[in-house]
């Protein structure tokens, strides 16, 4: 499913109604998936300040973020810290474990999550949370078993698109926003 909330049926508006945390993979979701090292071994990626900002509204919300990925890196340690985001799991690629983790440690629901993702890796936690979500360069595979697929790529935007549609859908974002226009 594709587009803005107007667009959205309302089985799953419900479901963006009951998102309480937003789970979020790294590679092609919060970057647009190149992987860049320097003559040194070092290891770049590239995040967009549109969905760094979106995700601290999130939190600002009162809502939770995480972030699961199969891959290590220090670079995403870095950007999880900057944004505040306290639940980082990395190296982890049974991301369901992962998954049932969090949520026995939180108290949570599976129809309380919601998650990112955008290669194959992802579609088995894609069809545990309750509001499961693709990038729009995501294989196809994947846009083939989600709830909602973004308009804008990873990268370039997504992550900041889902969480203005679960804080506007659950009618937060005035609430978050509203210092920007006073």
């Known amino acids: 499913m594709k587009g803005s909330k107007d667009r959205i049926a309302p089985g799953v508006l419900k479901k963006i109604m009951g ?13 647009d998936g190149r992987i860049v090292y320097d003559d040194d071994g070092r290891q770049l990626k590239y995040f967009d300040v549109k969905d760094g ?15 699961v990925t199969s891959r290590k890196s220090k670079v995403v340690l870095h950007r999880a810290n900057d944004l505040g985001i306290k639940i980082l799991f990395q190296g982890a690629p049974d991301k369901v474990k992962v998954f049932e983790e969090i949520i026995t440690t939180k108290g949570l629901l599976p129809e309380d999550t919601s998650y990112i993702g955008d290669d194959l890796i992802d579609i088995p936690l894609l069809k545990r949370v309750g509001f499961s979500v693709a990038v729009a360069d995501a294989v196809r595979e994947v846009k083939g078993c989600v709830d909602y ?11 900041r698109e889902v969480c203005e549609l679960v804080l506007k859908t659950q009618e937060r974002w005035e609430g978050v926003t509203e210092r920007y226009f006073s």
Request: charged letters at 20%; zero cysteines.
């Open 19 to 31: 998102v309480k945390l937003l789970i979020m993979d790294v590679d092609g979701v919060m970057t």
């Open 149 to 159: 697929v973004t308009e804008r790529p990873g990268g370039y935007g997504a992550v």
């Open 53 to 67: 900002h979106g995700i601290k509204l999130f939190i600002r919300a009162g809502l939770e973020v995480a972030i």
